[in-house]
């Protein structure tokens, strides 16, 4: 009778530990649905669901107050009772149209997004699902609210709010992946990162140093790679995917694998991607200024000029990359959890189309121009405990080592010298992040960084046809980076209405580096700059009902120098050469946004942003002198000495727009379009357009969902940027812009328009096929050097298990 009763106690234990794990799916398509958020703030938990739309919210028992969000869904609000008298299933209906959200970005930690006075999107993963990106730089697009730059097939540089490059920031799991050779000219580090192993995306607008630190000026880039998941009952838990994919413009073919393993306490995920992309064919209607009618190829020994068959093939753009990730998890209980990740990404050697147009003596100016293999690793531990001390509810220790490696390789036409340039980089950083609730009212985050980056650069100049080597200049000088930051952000809710948020940041950063002298007369070898910065925000939201939210946010950002800043030799344009500059100090952003949202009846949603940024002390290309000499001899070339400066001011102000609709039979629209305009000093105290600003784009889009069918039909466009609207920098380009009647540069308008969808062919298998750019455009996004992909057909197919 005892071992009966004891039997019958511990069967009803688990039934109750069973009745605990909720399942939530599609109401439609009746799909468990992966990354759910279920939140309360009383007590304090937060849990994401699994591959099966499970999660174990036993520790939300007794709560009043449960809200359960995912992207593109209904928020739910329920009380654990509610849940568990629906046995704890739930599902939830898709919907365009929402003014709530789980964001990240703000502080690091989970908030609601109605809480943050930032501008944040954050792109769903059943939209990078539906538009199959190539890259993380094209999935970037997929917001609507990036543009995205290209000087070749094999990279992509984001413009946001007419900022790019170093003066935006990559945060991969917390971790910033700016390093110390981050340029100011066109940056492809982006493609590093595996779009099937990202599981969410976000970008914040504006400044964000309080939280990032040195170059979150114009915003940042949060990517959360995919999480282990543990398995919810005594049985181990496995699930996966395998992907392929075909792409008619560049012949791509991809392929994916990955794979879950779970236990109570341990769980391993694997992922592994590899890309293969032939030369990128552009379209037929449009500018004859984009074709290529020639290209390079070594044959023997001379460079041999051929006829390109089809000019409408960008030769040579072609590459193929692989990327690995491996995920280890071990949570020993509710309090800790353990996160180790290791990433790497690796491409072929690839060409830098733009240089490839360019002409010299009515021939082309290089017999090659490539950037070698661009590899990247990290290894970043994640340590997670929650408990309720005076100190903290919940910190996150992040100890992370990264290794950077990029090179070029160029050699003039018919030259037997090819000059060789490699950079590595380490880079090492620790986080610390606390945060804690004080009071009903006020919640406290708080943390501090410190990142070391050291760079090695070497050169190399080799003779091909004698086969012979000899050291060269190296691009940058050895040199080692830090940064030393605390930070704090206190988020005050006034009412249910009113919340404030506002942070204090202060940052030290210091430079040392050795310069070879051998090669130039630089009248110093070396240079040290230790400074520091101060940078804040204060912010407000006002919500008066659930369809309308108002929310305002005053926001300072900084660039400290680096070793790009500071210590390159390059070729900025023919006839120019940019020597270092030791005698830099940061630059600073001021800005202010203001945006209001509104809901009308659950139909339709329009979301308006006016902002403006001043830039201080802008590092900016000047002529320079080197030991009084205006001119140096540099790669064979007499060359007009020029430095990067604090030497400019810069504004840009902008409006970002969107709407949502929600239309009858499971169809809906909505629309992204982006305006801005910036202006930057010029030497002689006049005014140039800003280059990174670039001109008005957009999507808007029409979809479709209906059961196991997905369909959008939607248009991505530019507006012309004229002769007089490019910056003057840009004007001398005619390699890459098309020319006007006056024979002048500038960059005309287009739009693509393109259809995708989806179909769930089974339970497991989901098949997806595509037309991008349907009438065949022959276009150039602003200031890149390589065309658009012309009509292009993919097909794609996943089998989940």
Not at 317 to 327: A, E
Not at 544 to 556: G, R
Not at 742 to 756: M, R
Request: hydrophobic residues 35%; proline residues 4%.
């Amino acid at each position: 009778m005892k071992k009966l009763f004891l039997l019958c106690l511990l069967m009803g234990v688990v039934c109750i530990a069973q009745a605990q794990i909720i399942t939530i799916k599609d109401q439609q398509t009746d799909e468990p649905l992966e990354l759910a958020t279920i939140q309360s703030d009383s007590p304090r938990a937060f849990v994401v669901t699994n591959a099966k739309g499970n999660a174990d919210i036993s520790v939300f028992e007794g709560a009043t107050k449960i809200q359960v969000r995912m992207l593109g869904y209904e928020t739910k609000s329920l009380s654990f009772a509610d849940l568990q008298s629906g046995d704890f299933k739930l599902q939830m209906l898709a919907s365009s149209v929402s003014l709530d959200n789980v964001v990240v970005s703000a502080t690091k930690w989970n908030q609601n997004s109605y809480e943050v006075p930032t501008k944040i999107t954050s792109i769903a993963p059943r939209d990078i699902a539906l538009q199959n990106p190539q890259t993380a730089a094209d999935l970037l697009t997929v917001s609507g609210k990036v543009f995205m730059q290209k000087s070749q097939q094999g990279g992509g540089s984001p413009m946001i709010r007419g900022f790019a490059t170093n003066r935006l920031l990559y945060s991969i799991d917390g971790v910033r992946m700016n390093t110390a050779i981050f340029r100011a000219g066109n940056i492809q580090n982006v493609i590093s990162l595996d779009p099937f192993a990202i599981e969410h995306t976000e970008v914040l607008f504006g400044p964000g140093s309080v939280i990032y630190g040195s170059d979150a000026i114009g915003g940042v880039m949060s990517f959360k790679t995919i999480t282990p998941q543990l398995s919810l009952t005594d049985k181990p838990v496995v699930s996966g995917n395998v992907f392929g994919r075909y792409s008619s413009a560049n012949n791509e073919k991809t392929g994916h694998f990955d794979i879950n393993v779970g236990w109570k306490k341990w769980a391993f995920a694997t992922s592994f991607s590899a890309n293969d992309y032939d030369h990128l064919k552009q379209g037929s209607n449009g500018p004859d200024d984009y074709l290529m009618p020639y290209y390079v190829e070594r044959r023997g020994d001379a460079d041999v000029v051929i006829e390109n068959d089809d000019p409408r093939v960008q030769i040579p753009s072609g590459y193929d990359q692989y990327n690995i990730t491996q995920k280890v998890r071990f949570q020993p209980n509710k309090h800790w959890d353990f996160q180790y990740g290791f990433h790497y990404s690796e491409t072929s050697e690839y060409g830098r189309y733009d240089r490839h147009n360019r002409m010299r003596n009515d021939l082309p100016r290089y017999g090659e121009w490539s950037y070698g293999p661009q590899k990247w690793m990290m290894n970043n531990l994640n340590i997670t405990h929650t408990a309720q001390t005076g100190m903290f509810d919940e910190v996150v220790l992040r100890l992370a080592q990264q290794s950077f490696e990029e090179s070029r390789m160029d050699r003039s036409l018919n030259s037997a010298e090819r000059a060789v340039r490699v950079e590595e980089v380490e880079a090492y950083s620790v986080n610390l992040d606390f945060t804690k609730n004080l009071a009903s009212r006020h919640t406290f985050y708080y943390g501090l960084e410190v990142v070391t980056n050291d760079v090695t650069s070497t050169g190399t100049d080799e003779d091909i046809v004698a086969g012979t080597s000899v050291p060269g200049p190296s691009r940058y000088p050895q040199a080692v980076w830090n940064s030393y930051a605390l930070y704090a952000t206190d988020q005050y809710r006034a009412s249910e209405q009113l919340t404030f948020q506002a942070g204090l940041r202060y940052n030290l950063y210091s430079l040392d580096a050795e310069f070879d002298t051998s090669f130039y007369p630089f009248p110093f070898s070396e240079a040290e700059s230790d400074n520091a910065a101060l940078t804040g925000s204060l912010g407000a939201v006002y919500r008066p009902s659930q369809d309308w939210v108002f929310s305002t946010n005053l926001s300072t950002g900084f660039r400290a120098p680096n070793v790009d800043d500071m210590g390159k030799v390059f070729d900025s344009e023919p006839g120019a050469v940019v020597v270092p500059n030791p005698d830099l100090d940061a630059e600073y952003a001021y800005n202010i946004d203001l945006s209001v949202a509104k809901v009308f009846g659950d139909m339709l949603k329009i979301d308006v942003t006016g902002y403006h940024t001043w830039l201080e002390n802008a590092m900016v290309r000047r002529d320079y002198t080197l030991n009084g000499q205006t001119e140096i001899m540099y790669d064979g070339e007499m060359s007009r000495v020029q430095a990067i400066q604090n030497a400019a001011i810069a504004k840009v102000y902008g409006l970002q727009f969107g709407l949502e609709l929600k239309l009858p039979a499971g169809f809906s629209f909505t629309t992204d379009y982006n305006f801005q305009h910036g202006e930057e000093e010029l030497d002689d105290g006049a005014t140039s357009p800003s280059r990174h600003a670039a001109p008005s784009f957009g999507v808007s889009r029409l979809n479709f969902k209906q059961s196991k069918l997905t369909l959008q039909l939607y248009a991505n466009y530019q507006s012309e940027a004229s002769s007089d609207d490019l910056p003057e920098s840009e004007k001398g380009k005619t390699e890459i812009y098309a020319l006007d009647g006056n024979g002048n540069a500038y960059a005309p308008s287009w739009y693509t328009l393109n259809l995708k969808g989806q179909y769930l062919v089974a339970p497991y298998l989901t098949v997806g096929a595509g037309i991008e750019n349907i009438t065949d455009q022959r276009y150039r996004p602003y200031s890149s050097g390589i065309s658009g992909a012309g009509r292009n057909f993919i097909v794609s197919v996943k089998a989940t298990f």
